[in-house]
């Protein structure tokens, strides 16, 4: 072999060292990067808005991988999770999905409906009432005339309560001037078609709606003539 050959050999063979060490070097960074962000585990991430009480489905949602330690606990990382439930809230797209945006779908029994109406979170039973609950509800009517007492009236006794929504500011109507914006909350019931009317009548046409929280097992049947009061009848 003569000295060409052989310092051809030689830098054949410096080239193949710093090919390994650059190849070394590249598994160090790799190593270095994985220690710092962990595995990667499966997540879902929202397509696109979805709208409170909506029943929720797989094509709602796109899969993705992200580390595991960059995860929140209660992170949704199986769409077996969403069966059966509804949004509680708006659903914003990009999102990733949670185990506290959803929440079981209500059991509506046979004839039942869901309503859901503002309730004044002043008249209502503040921070005492959740899903499941049962209420009366109460509304407050004007006389037709000037000379008819105002009325108390009982419109639905034993309202199944399937959700509470979040504290919502509401501004006074136009022909309301002077009204300071009042905190109401939204309920959602489960009632009957007669009984949805008679809510959503008070909703719509009383000047206030009350709420009052049953006891559980106490018995919530009210009497006809007990459902209306007027303070000058009252002995």
Known sequence: MNSR????????????????????????????VQSKVGPEVTAYEVRADVAPYTTLSAGQFK?????????SENAVTDLAAIRGKIAVTTLKKGSLL???????????QPGQQEVAIMIDAATGVAGKITPGSSVNVYATFEGAKESDPDQSK???????VLDVGELTAL??????RGREPT?????????????AQRITYAESFAKRVRLALVAP???TAVPEQDRTYEL????
């Open 183 to 195: 905190d109401a909350v939204p309920i959602t019931f489960a009632l009957s078609t007669l009984d």
């Open 171 to 176: 501004e006074p109507d136009a022909g309301e």
């Open 5 to 32: 050959q052989r310092r051809g050999v030689i830098l054949l063979l410096l080239s193949v060292l710093c090919a390994l060490g650059a190849f070394a070097g590249v598994l160090s960074v790799i190593d270095d």
């Open 217 to 219: 097992g106490t018995d």
């Open 63 to 71: 899969k993705i991988e992200m580390p595991e330690r960059w995860l």
């Open 98 to 108: 949670q185990n506290d945006m959803i929440v079981d779908q209500p059991a509506l």
């Open 232 to 235: 000058a009848t009252d002995k």
């Open 154 to 160: 009982i419109i639905v006794t034993n309202a199944r």
